[in-house]
Structures are given as structure tokens and as C-alpha cells.
């Protein structure tokens, strides 16, 4: 099959441009097809992005192995064990439950997971996510203190849905201070701790802006999805 054009023709522009201001390109895959994921890998891509597991697995079965996967969305507890072998970072963390269910398969499968704080920053009501208040209580509390085999890298967050770029830049840059408080408080020792994923494709320039190190691209890589 021929791989669409356009992909690659968006791909590597984007992703050069990315590399050069140190962000990392995460290719949201959701809906699209192995042969479209294909034709990103073929071209250099390895970060991918999928939101739900069933169809993560999927694909990852058909896919090569160097491929690092992120899950991006909620998260239900009762999915992690089948991405817990493999999955190279779960960026979507909103709840202590979820993340001590995370440590229970990670320690089942003598691994320690990467993980990323969803911080709710949007002033939708819709979207997962933590408080800024409750991802600072967290690292306090002595039940995430006794986790050893997950790691916070960093905060996810997504922008309200709104053609309001001053809203976004608002968001972003809120996103941005709690990364910084955190990083010079509770995660100061933790050098680990250096990932800001925020940005789509409608938003992601703001974000790079405002300091993200990691963007999450679906549809301008790939075209719309259904
Ligand atoms: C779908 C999705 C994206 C990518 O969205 P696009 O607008 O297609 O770039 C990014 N982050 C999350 C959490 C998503 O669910």
C-alpha cells in the first residue's frame, strides 16, 4: 500500500522544527491505521500515542518493537495490567488509586513506569484530571510515598476548547507555574522530573511557547479523524 503523502510531507517539518526547540513529537495514533502508523515510523517517528488499551494492544501486536508508546486519556484501573509489561509512559495519571494500581503491575513485572500528573486546567467541566491543589498534596501522602516502582516525570494538561488564544496561553502558563513550584519543592532532589506535556494540534505553538517539552499531534499529522 502507498503510504499517504501528506503525511510525511507535515511530519517532517514539524518535527524538526520540534527537535530544535528540545520538544518531543508524540504522534496521537488514535483511530488511524498500522499502515498510517507505518508510514511515521518509516520516516523516523517512534513516540506514539493511544487512548484507549484494546486497540493499543492491537496495534502494538502488528507494529515494531522500538516503538514507545504512550497512553494519553483516561486510564480505568482495571486496564493497567495489560499495558503494564510495555508501555513507555502513562500520561494521563488522575487519581492515587490509578497510580497505586500502576506500581502493583509495575512491580509484577519487575518494571518501574514513568508517569505523568493530568492536571485539570481547562475550565471545561468534562476533563480529567487533578487539582493544582491535589497534585501538590500528593507527594506528601504517605500512601504515594511508599510507591516504589512508579516515577513522576512531569504534568499533562489539556486547554480549554476555545478559539481564545489568551485563554490557552492562560492555561498553559498556569500549567507551567505549578511545573515549576513542584519542580523546585517536593520534586527538587527528583532530576527526573522534567516533562510539561501540553499542546494539540490546534494549540500546540502556545504550548511550545509557554514551555512544554512534550506536544501530543493527531490530526495534523494524520488528517481529522472520523
Ligand atoms: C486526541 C488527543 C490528542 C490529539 O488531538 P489532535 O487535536 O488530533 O492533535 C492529544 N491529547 C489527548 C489527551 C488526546 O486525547
Known sequence: MTPPKYIT???????????????????????????????????????????????????????????????IGHLQTNKVKYIAPFISLIQSVDSLRLLQEIDKQAALNGRIIDCLLQIHIAQEETKFGLTPAEAADLPANDAYRALQNVRIVGLMGMASFTENTGQIRNEFGQLRQLFDMLKNTCFAKKTYFKELSMGMSSDYAIAVEQGATIVRIGSLLFGERP
Open 9 to 71: 510531507q507535515t511530519y517532517q517539518p514539524l518535527n524538526d522544527r520540534l527537535k530544535a526547540q528540545g520538544v518531543r513529537l508524540v504522534a496521537v495514533s488514535k483511530t488511524k491505521t498500522v499502515a498510517e502508523i507505518m508510514t511515521l515510523y518509516q520516516a523516523g517517528q517512534r513516540d506514539f500515542g493511544e487512548n484507549k488499551v484494546q486497540e493499543l494492544l492491537q496495534k502494538k501486536a502488528l507494529l515494531p518493537d522500538d516503538i514507545c508508546w504512550h497512553h
